[in-house]
C-alpha cells in the first residue's frame, strides 16, 4: 500500500490550503491517519491524526483552531485543511499510515512521499 500526498503549494499568510493523501490500497479500519510536517533544518514534527474507524482526531497546538484533518474512506482519501495560514507552516507535508494513536513519527510504517507548503508573509 502506498500514500501519495498532493495539493502543497505558494500561499499568501491568511490563506488556505487543502492536502490530500490517497491510499493506492484499503485502508484498513485499525489505522491511524496522520499528518506530519518538515521545515528545512528541523525535525518532522506532528501536525494532525485521526482514526480510520471514525472521526477522532488529535492536533498538534500549532493547528488547532486552523488546521482540519477528515477522511472519506470510500475514497481511501485522507484531507488536511488548512486555513489561516502563517509563514511558520512552511514545510514538507507528510501523510503516514500506522496502528497507534501516536504523535511519534516511529509509529508510522507508511509514508507519502511529501508534499511542499509554502507561505509568503
Known amino acids: 500500500v502506498q500514500l501519495q500526498a498532493y495539493g502543497g503549494g505558494l500561499v499568501q499568510a491568511g490563506g488556505s490550503l487543502r492536502l490530500a493523501c490517497t491510499s493506492s490500497g484499503r485502508i484498513f479500519s485499525s489505522a491511524v491517519m496522520a499528518w506530519f510536517r518538515q521545515a528545512p533544518g528541523k525535525e518532522r514534527e506532528f501536525v494532525a491524526l485521526t482514526r480510520w474507524s471514525r472521526a477522532s482526531t488529535l492536533y498538534a497546538d500549532s493547528a488547532k483552531g486552523r488546521f482540519t484533518i477528515s477522511r472519506d474512506t470510500a475514497e481511501n482519501t485522507v484531507y488536511l485543511q488548512m486555513d489561516n495560514l502563517k509563514p511558520e507552516d512552511t514545510a514538507v507535508y507528510y501523510c503516514?499510515?500506522?496502528?497507534?494513536?501516536?504523535?511519534?513519527?516511529?509509529?508510522?510504517?507508511?509514508w507519502g512521499q511529501g508534499t511542499q507548503v509554502t507561505v509568503s508573509s
Open positions: 503516514a499510515r500506522g496502528i497507534q494513536w501516536s504523535q511519534h513519527t516511529s509509529d508510522y510504517f507508511s
